[in-house]
């Protein structure tokens, strides 16, 4: 590569972008054309966000393109072609921490989570919790990439684990902790993470990029879910000792 | 709106600055990329965060208020099948504007060699998610536990993931942790808090909560069918 090139395939990105919201823009004309009837000036607000969010969109899949990609698969083509496969995993345990500890969705979810505990767990321990959990999963995600542990064996027991402790979490525990799935899997774990993984696996021989470099996502997403319920019930059991103190002294 | 910038700014900022230094920093002390690679992530950092400006606040001004309208008018009406069809298709719509699912197809598509198309797969998430979304309107309005609806979904993906080819199971998964973003969330809760604030003696907080990760399932669902379907 020589020089900069920011701007190519600028022109795909901009129709990608424009065709993605055709569905939502054609559905909601139709409803405000037959029932909403909304307000013009209400309807040039809306067009005008939907504007800038397209522009946003194509800005963000370009810089994505452009310089992720690039760096992602550099990073991940010079870490499968080391010696000392293990390292691999201390650098995803580091890369999760970080791409999760920024993420606003999280910092969200702990003051969520603060307000419905009526203050017994603290924001700071869902941020620290998460992070940590997440930074755990992705050592184990590169892990999998390292010496080719299929999916299945990650994931079905981490799925069936998170099916045993729906059935003893409070119902509430439960559906904050299946919302909050998405939370870790923000921006740079979708597309940067994702490239190392990529750019990982087109390196070591012996790995199929599609099977082994994908993955990575749906373990950053099942983080969140365990913990909160683990959270969940550990907060339930003091509880119910404390409650049970109560009723013996 | 001055401070709702402000604070989308500051969000941006957060979630893309620590995991940026930190390959710069991997980059000076132990990896060297080529000049042209190092640059070329600075300047894509500063274009993703200002996408991400751009994009959250359109989100906020065009595409929320759009899904709230729509998931207001919704419960207005008393024909069911309408109802299911109306939030399918919102589901759906919102998925195809989803960036991340669009990251994720996009690299699919490349890593495979174009054999997983960019459409087919973008499709095949969008249906998934709206299939769910309209199931776990119809839960609402039957008030099933959603602890099952969960548990299903879960014990379907666990069995499903035996019979899928093996390249499929991770895009799979990973299909279902990408939906989850920043146009999906806010629509599909205010469509769902919304929709259960309307129907009397359901509780909005364990009505409203749990759409999200019904919705995030049925991705894996479809996209391991797909798998099943086509190799």
Redo the contacts between chains.
């Keep these: ?6 701007f190519q395939g600028f022109g795909d990105t901009i129709l ?2 424009l065709k ?9 004309v139709i ?2 054309l037959i ?2 009837r ?1 307000p013009w000036r ?1 309807l040039a ?24 990609y ?2 992602g698969s ?2 991940g083509t ?2 499968g072609a080391i010696q000392a496969k293990w390292l691999l995993i201390p650098f995803g345990v ?2 999760g921490f ?2 999760t ?4 969705a999280v ?1 969200v979810l702990g003051y969520q989570v603060e307000k419905a505990s009526g203050g017994s767990i603290r924001s700071s321990l869902i941020l620290y919790g998460i992070s940590v959990g997440v930074a755990l999963f992705v050592g184990l995600g590169m892990a999998r990439i390292v010496w080719g542990i ?3 064996y990650i ?2 027991p981490g ?2 684990l ?2 045993l402790l ?2 003893v979490s409070d ?2 525990a ?6 909050s ?3 870790a ?4 774990a ?3 993470l ?2 190392v993984a ?1 750019g990982i696996t087109s390196s070591i021989e012996g790995r ?11 373990l ?2 099942l983080a969140p ?1 365990l913990f909160i319920m683990l959270t969940g019930l550990y907060l339930k059991i003091r509880l119910k000792r404390r409650g049970e103190q109560n009723g013996n002294g | 709106m001055l401070r709702v910038i402000k604070e989308i700014t500051l969000e941006v900022f957060q979630a893309i600055l620590p995991l940026t230094i930190g390959v710069i920093a991997i980059n000076f002390l132990f990896i060297r990329m080529p000049a042209p690679v190092l640059i070329q992530f600075i300047f894509g950092a500063v274009m993703v965060i200002g996408g991400m400006i751009l994009f959250l606040l359109g989100v906020r001004l065009g595409i929320l208020p759009m899904g709230e309208a729509v998931g207001s008018e919704l419960p207005k009406r008393r024909f069911v099948p309408y109802i299911l069809a109306v939030a399918f298709l919102m589901g759906f719509s919102v998925t195809v504007a989803e960036p991340d699912v669009m990251v994720l197809s996009d690299q699919v598509n490349t890593v495979s060699g174009g054999s997983i198309s960019n459409t087919l797969l973008v499709g095949v998430i969008a249906v998934g998610v709206g299939f769910f979304v309209a199931a776990a309107i119809l839960r609402i309005i039957l008030g099933f536990p959603i602890t099952y609806m969960l548990a299903g979904g879960y014990i379907a993906i666990i069995i499903l993931s035996f019979f899928a080819p093996p390249e499929f199971v991770p895009v799979a998964f990973d299909a279902g942790g990408v939906t989850t973003g920043p146009v999906t969330v806010p629509v599909i809760l205010a469509l769902g808090i919304g929709f259960s604030s309307v129907l009397a003696g359901r509780s909005t907080l364990s009505d409203g909560f749990g759409l999200i990760g019904l919705a995030s399932i049925g991705p894996v669902i479809g996209v391991m069918l797909m798998g099943v379907i086509l190799y």
């Design positions: 590569m020589t020089g900069l090139n920011l990608t972008v993605s919201v055709v569905p939502i823009v054609a559905f909601f409803f405000q029932y909403l909304l209400y607000r809306i067009f005008f966000g939907v504007g800038l969010a397209l522009a946003g969109v194509a800005l963000f899949l370009q810089g994505v393109k452009a310089g992720f690039p760096a550099e990073i010079f870490l580091a890369m970080l791409a500890f920024g993420e606003p910092r299929p999916l299945n994931i079905v799925y069936i998170a099916v729906m059935f119902k509430t439960v559906a904050i902790a299946f919302d799935g998405g939370v899997t923000g921006p740079m979708v597309t940067f994702l490239a990529v199929d990029p599609v099977a082994d470099g994908f993955g990575l996502i749906s950053i997403a879910i």
